[in-house]
């Protein structure tokens, strides 16, 4: 049995992710982080930052649960819930949970999206650490920010991969919640 090698830290972890020009249409250049969550050592380092929003100066763990933005959200979502020992609640498009849900509205550039979670996924009062892959617009965060609300928890943190600086992301989600990004691009 080989011996894993040192862990990358969170800068060589980050410079995993690819830039795709073009994709998905002309003009757009993509983030692609597959490369990363292909290297254990990356995706931990990652991981580890991302949950770290979650612990107090301490270390201790300060929230109730996790909860992961559809899709690439749950990626990154779940395994930092088990690096938090804390549950896991996947947020959803309209129409993909299959009991009584919440639902909040959001504009897009072009339309309009909805968003689900479980009405009895978060217990009155439970904290909760939000995790995404990007921060565009805003509107997704902002979104799970009032399911949150609706089931009668608190959003304790927001911590997202990257941050697309150049968008309204940080002030459409307000000054009312910590935001933590590894990455402003």
């Known amino acids: 049995m080989t011996q894993p090698g040192p862990r990358p830290g969170l800068a060589s972890a980050l410079a ?26 990356a ?20 929230v109730d649960k996790v909860l992961g933005m ?8 779940a395994p930092v819930a088990l690096a938090l ?10 129409g993909k949970l299959p009991r009584a849900t919440y639902t909040a509205s959001y504009v897009l550039e072009y339309g309009e999206a909805t968003l689900e979670v479980h009405q009895d996924a978060l217990r009155p009062g439970e904290r909760v650490l939000l995790v995404d ?11 799970t920010t009032q399911l949150v609300e609706r089931c009668g928890a608190q959003v304790h943190a927001v911590a997202m991969l990257m941050e697309l600086g150049f968008l309204p992301g940080r002030q459409t989600l307000g000054d009312d919640v910590p935001l933590t990004t590894l990455l402003t691009v």
């Open 85 to 94: 020992d804390v549950g896991f609640v996947p947020v959803r498009k309209a």
């Open 16 to 41: 995993l992710i690819a830039d795709v020009p073009d994709f998905p249409e002309p003009g757009v250049l993509f983030k692609d982080i597959t490369p990363l969550l292909a290297d254990h050592g």
């Open 70 to 77: 559809e899709s690439r959200g749950f990626i990154l979502g």
């Open 133 to 143: 892959d990007v921060l565009a617009t805003g509107g997704t965060a902002r979104a």
């Open 43 to 62: 995706l931990r380092a990652v991981v580890e930052a991302l949950a770290a929003p979650g612990r107090d100066d301490a270390g201790r763990v300060v």
